[in-house]
């Protein structure tokens, strides 16, 4: 009898409002966010304790949902957990069948009929594979990106799930990291605007869409500055580093409308992230009125007491929820624990409320309440994914993602002749490595290679020779990739193909899980025999056009000083071969520019070009050693962040300020005349730098305040401009808190971060 009282309550607080006018739902519409927690409201109050708790519960898939249901161990645990309305999300349930049956179970079989929310790791793509992030960062062009994560939310979508843990936004300057992958680089300002692109691609404008899915920023915070770049590590820097680096990305998540993070597995100043409440307490739902929910990352809850930062699993639950964390990712110490802890008087009502209520929101934000089943459609499902549609998307994408690093010769682009190819590397001819690390749902062997995308254009004159593998046993879940250190067999039979060649194309670096999570490298170089393979190619046959697949920075030193043509291709995902293809025979025009600084040695990391000047800059006396260097290897990056070439020049000049003095409400525009003095259409990313001279606390030697990509005809010339104000120069001072201060600035204007052409201007408060 009082669950069929309860079924009606149910309908009307859901937003169902089967007893309500027109009117009523007219005006529902108008006061929409007040009408959500009018709703979540009426559901707290029938919720237990237990269901409360529940949903701050979250599990990976466990059984074949469309058999019988388990009957003992764990399994049987969640499933019992999941009809009890213990379960707020599911993790790793892909495919509308799956979905929906458990759906049903949730909405159907529970006292609350509270629907699940589903996640996943759509990170660059579901089945359908855009460009690792790392990639798509060196395209520069917001749209395409902000277009590449709408390809992978509506395939996502299309199989039943609502929610993926991405963008990853933390900023990195260490490329022995294997998550460089993941993110948008080393920079402040360009990951901020691909954080707010990511976040609108994933997210859209409308919720109710059955095309989008929410976005997760993450890992908050710090992640990204792991000591000695060793996954998992601690991170310790000041809050001048936290403010001004680490926190502005996660900010523009916020103002893009991101509902949910992610907090991440390392500690800052002797607290796991996990349980920290000045992060998820005092800054994010605090100062930054972030109105979402918090979810752990994967079992770092209990990671806390590994850290000695609790002692037993019930102490971490305490602290991970009176710290801010509102969802437990597959630790299983909220529903444990929590009850307990709340009788206890260690973790208040309050607290589980407030985490319950963020996680509801969430879902009527979603319409889950009103329909549960809206992504359940196996007709869209089937018609969805990997259509045609989302192929070319994803191909635009990984031409934009290809920079250009070296052309000596013109040997680029390839002449579409009679000319001999000689095509050499194992990854040439890979169909899963360009898929890169976190690929989704997509399958082995579905990439298009090198070796096909260049058949389609020179089949009958190609000749392609492995030479050598590049690892043995490549299994994600693998302990380590073991790489191939001894096996040169087939080098004889490259070296023929080489000298009967007048181009030699090498496709040589990573395999696609090299980087990625726990896949952190001390040693940067190409893996295993390769570089002897380069080597040994380049005495039978120095005309070589050397393409990368990796998906961090390489240490490429001997490569760059010798090989004529290097093309850094990363791992573009599904349509990587016909990208790269493309590019060597110049149908299309290669743009990108680097979002990471290529070290010269692995001694120099971490490397990136916003550094401190420290108080013993470059000295100018030529025997002086007391000075910030090394005294074996240069300072400076072999290729700097922003860098890339083009298959035509550019030429900047005549660089103007409109005024030297910038006042609190006034502005400057900066310009600078762009010229195409090469013979092809191009594009090019023009930046602009400020150096804050002097502040209240020291300022990097320059900074990325603005960028455009422009495209120009041969001989044609524009005048870009560039507004700075004084938000254009605020940072988070000594005074703690965001302010322009008065003072000299330096402006810099070019195609990379050493750009020389600059002016002055002085900020008067």
């Given at each position: 009898?009082?669950k069929?009282?309860?079924r009606?309550?149910?309908?009307?607080?859901?937003?169902?409002?089967?007893?309500?006018?027109?009117?009523q739902?007219?005006?529902?519409?108008?006061?929409?966010?007040?009408?959500?927690?009018?709703?979540?409201?009426?559901?707290?109050?029938?919720?237990?304790l237990?269901?409360?708790?529940?949903?701050?519960?979250?599990?990976?898939?466990?059984?074949?949902?469309?058999?019988?249901?388990?009957?003992?161990?764990?399994?049987?645990?969640?499933?019992e957990?999941?009809?009890?309305?213990?379960?707020?999300?599911?993790?790793n349930?892909?495919?509308?069948?799956?979905?929906?049956?458990?759906?049903?179970?949730?909405v159907?079989q529970?006292?609350?009929?509270?629907?699940l929310?589903?996640?996943?790791?759509?990170v660059?793509?579901?089945?359908?594979?855009?460009?690792?992030?790392l990639?798509?960062?060196?395209?520069w062009?917001?749209?395409?990106?902000?277009?590449?994560?709408?390809?992978?939310?509506?395939?996502?979508?299309?199989?039943?799930?609502?929610?993926?843990?991405?963008?990853?936004?933390?900023?990195?300057?260490?490329?022995r990291?294997?998550?460089?992958?993941?993110?948008?680089g080393?920079?402040?300002?360009?990951?901020?605007k691909?954080?707010?692109?990511?976040?609108?691609?994933?997210?859209?404008?409308d919720?109710?869409?059955?095309?989008t899915?929410?976005?997760?920023?993450?890992?908050?915070?710090a992640?990204?500055?792991?000591?000695?770049?060793?996954?998992?590590?601690?991170?310790d820097i000041?809050?001048?580093?936290?403010?001004?680096v680490v926190?502005?990305?996660?900010?523009?998540?916020?103002?893009?409308?991101?509902r949910?993070?992610?907090?991440?597995?390392?500690?800052?100043?002797g607290?796991?992230?996990?349980?920290?409440?000045?992060l998820?307490?005092?800054?994010?739902?605090g100062?930054?009125?972030?109105?979402?929910?918090v979810?752990?990352?994967?079992?770092?809850?209990?990671?806390?007491?590994?850290?000695?930062?609790?002692m037993?699993?019930?102490?971490?639950?305490?602290l991970a929820?009176?710290?801010g964390?509102?969802?437990?990712?597959?630790?299983?110490?909220?529903?444990?624990?929590?009850?307990q802890?709340?009788?206890?008087?260690?973790?208040?009502?309050?607290?589980?409320?407030?985490?319950?209520?963020r996680?509801?929101?969430?879902?009527?934000?979603?319409?889950?309440?009103?329909n549960?089943?809206r992504?359940?459609d196996?007709?869209?499902?089937?018609?969805?994914?990997?259509?045609?549609?989302?192929?070319?998307?994803?191909l635009?994408?990984?031409?934009?993602?290809?920079?250009?690093?070296?052309n000596?010769?013109?040997?680029?682009?390839?002449?579409?002749?009679?000319?001999?190819?000689a095509?050499i590397?194992?990854?040439?001819?890979?169909?899963?490595?360009?898929?890169?690390?976190?690929?989704?749902?997509?399958?082995?062997?579905?990439?298009?290679?090198?070796?096909?995308?260049?058949?389609k254009?020179?089949?009958?004159?190609?000749?392609?020779?492995?030479?050598?593998e590049?690892?043995?046993?490549?299994?994600?879940?693998?302990?380590?990739?073991?790489?191939?250190?001894?096996?040169k067999?087939?080098?004889?039979e490259?070296?023929?193909?080489?000298?009967?060649?007048?181009v030699?194309?090498?496709v040589?670096?990573?395999?696609g899980?090299?980087?990625?999570?726990?896949?952190s490298?001390?040693?940067?170089?190409?893996?295993?025999?390769?570089?002897?393979?380069?080597?040994?190619?380049?005495?039978?046959?120095?005309n070589?056009?050397?393409?990368?697949?990796n998906?961090?920075p390489l240490v490429?030193?001997?490569?760059?000083?010798?090989?004529?043509a290097i093309?850094?291709?990363?791992?573009?995902?599904?349509e990587?071969?016909?990208?790269?293809?493309?590019?060597?025979?110049?149908?299309?025009?290669?743009?990108?520019?680097?979002?990471?600084g290529?070290?010269r040695?692995?001694?120099?990391?971490?490397?990136?070009?916003?550094?401190?000047?420290?108080g013993?800059?470059?000295?100018?006396?030529?025997?002086?050693?007391?000075w910030?260097h090394?005294?074996?290897e240069?300072?400076?990056?072999?290729?700097?962040f922003?860098?890339?070439?083009?298959?035509?020049?550019?030429?900047?000049?005549?660089?103007?300020?409109?005024?030297?003095?910038?006042?609190?409400?006034?502005?400057?525009?900066?310009?600078?005349?762009?010229?195409?003095?090469?013979?092809?259409?191009?594009?090019?990313v023009?930046q602009m730098?400020?150096?804050?001279?002097?502040?209240?606390?020291?300022?990097?030697?320059?900074?990325?305040?603005?960028?455009?990509?422009?495209?120009l005809?041969?001989?044609?010339?524009?005048?870009?401009?560039?507004?700075?104000?004084s938000?254009?120069?605020?940072?988070?001072?000594?005074?703690r808190?965001?302010?322009?201060?008065?003072?000299d600035?330096?402006?810099?204007?070019?195609?990379?971060?050493e750009?020389t052409?600059?002016?002055?201007f002085?900020?008067?408060n």
């Amino acid at each position: 009898m009082k669950k069929n009282l309860l079924r009606p309550i149910f309908l009307i607080t859901t937003g169902l409002l089967f007893f309500v006018g027109h009117a009523q739902k007219k005006a529902a519409v108008v006061v929409k966010n007040k009408a959500i927690e009018t709703r979540v409201d009426s559901i707290l109050k029938l919720m237990t304790l237990e269901e409360k708790i529940g949903q701050m519960n979250q599990y990976n898939g466990f059984w074949d949902v469309t058999g019988p249901a388990p009957k003992d161990g764990q399994a049987a645990q969640k499933y019992e957990h999941i009809k009890k309305g213990w379960v707020g999300s599911m993790l790793n349930v892909t495919g509308v069948k799956d979905v929906k049956a458990l759906q049903k179970i949730a909405v159907e079989q529970t006292n609350r009929h509270i629907p699940l929310i589903f996640g996943y790791d759509v990170v660059h793509g579901y089945q359908t594979i855009s460009p690792i992030p790392l990639a798509e960062a060196a395209s520069w062009d917001l749209q395409a990106i902000e277009r590449s994560a709408q390809i992978a939310a509506e395939e996502a979508a299309a199989v039943g799930l609502n929610w993926t843990f991405a963008p990853m936004v933390d900023i990195t300057r260490d490329a022995r990291w294997g998550r460089v992958m993941e993110g948008a680089g080393e920079d402040v300002y360009l990951g901020s605007k691909i954080a707010y692109a990511r976040v609108k691609g994933f997210q859209g404008d409308d919720f109710k869409s059955a095309k989008t899915i929410l976005a997760c920023a993450k890992h908050f915070a710090a992640y990204g500055f792991a000591e000695a770049g060793r996954d998992y590590n601690t991170a310790d820097i000041g809050e001048s580093t936290l403010r001004n680096v680490v926190f502005p990305p996660f900010q523009a998540s916020i103002d893009a409308g991101v509902r949910t993070f992610m907090n991440s597995f390392n500690e800052i100043d002797g607290t796991p992230a996990t349980g920290s409440a000045y992060l998820q307490r005092n800054i994010l739902k605090g100062e930054w009125r972030f109105d979402g929910f918090v979810v752990s990352d994967w079992g770092s809850i209990g990671e806390m007491i590994n850290h000695g930062y609790a002692m037993d699993g019930k102490q971490a639950a305490e602290l991970a929820a009176n710290a801010g964390s509102d969802m437990d990712m597959e630790s299983y110490l909220y529903v444990a624990h929590l009850a307990q802890l709340v009788r206890e008087g260690k973790v208040k009502k309050s607290v589980i409320e407030e985490a319950a209520r963020r996680i509801l929101r969430v879902k009527f934000e979603l319409g889950l309440f009103e329909n549960p089943y809206r992504y359940c459609d196996e007709v869209r499902e089937k018609a969805t994914v990997g259509k045609a549609e989302f192929r070319e998307g994803v191909l635009d994408m990984a031409k934009k993602s290809i920079v250009l690093l070296k052309n000596e010769n013109g040997i680029l682009p390839l002449a579409k002749s009679d000319k001999k190819i000689a095509l050499i590397g194992a990854l040439a001819a890979d169909k899963s490595s360009p898929l890169g690390s976190w690929r989704g749902a997509s399958k082995d062997g579905t990439a298009v290679s090198v070796l096909e995308g260049l058949q389609k254009y020179n089949g009958n004159k190609l000749t392609y020779a492995k030479g050598a593998e590049v690892a043995i046993g490549t299994n994600v879940f693998a302990k380590e990739v073991k790489l191939n250190m001894t096996d040169k067999s087939g080098f004889e039979e490259a070296i023929a193909v080489a000298k009967g060649a007048d181009v030699v194309i090498m496709v040589l670096g990573e395999i696609g899980f090299q980087t990625g999570e726990g896949r952190s490298r001390v040693e940067l170089g190409l893996p295993g025999v390769q570089q002897e393979l380069l080597e040994t190619i380049y005495k039978a046959n120095p005309n070589i056009v050397l393409v990368l697949n990796n998906g961090r920075p390489l240490v490429i030193p001997w490569a760059a000083k010798n090989i004529p043509a290097i093309v850094e291709a990363w791992q573009l995902g599904t349509e990587s071969g016909n990208a790269i293809a493309q590019v060597l025979y110049g149908d299309y025009n290669p743009s990108g520019k680097l979002p990471m600084g290529f070290p010269r040695s692995e001694g120099q990391l971490p490397l990136y070009y916003s550094h401190k000047n420290t108080g013993r800059p470059n000295l100018p006396a030529p025997d002086e050693v007391f000075w910030s260097h090394y005294g074996d290897e240069a300072n400076t990056a072999l290729y700097p962040f922003g860098y890339g070439l083009s298959y035509t020049t550019f030429e900047y000049s005549n660089l103007k300020l409109s005024s030297n003095s910038l006042t609190k409400e006034g502005k400057i525009e900066v310009s600078v005349q762009l010229k195409n003095t090469g013979k092809v259409t191009g594009k090019e990313v023009v930046q602009m730098y400020l150096r804050d001279l002097v502040g209240s606390s020291t300022r990097p030697v320059r900074e990325l305040k603005g960028f455009e990509l422009v495209e120009l005809k041969s001989g044609e010339a524009k005048t870009i401009t560039f507004t700075i104000d004084s938000k254009t120069i605020e940072y988070y001072t000594a005074n703690r808190k965001w302010e322009a201060e008065p003072g000299d600035f330096k402006v810099f204007i070019g195609g990379n971060s050493e750009a020389t052409l600059a002016a002055d201007f002085e900020f008067k408060n």
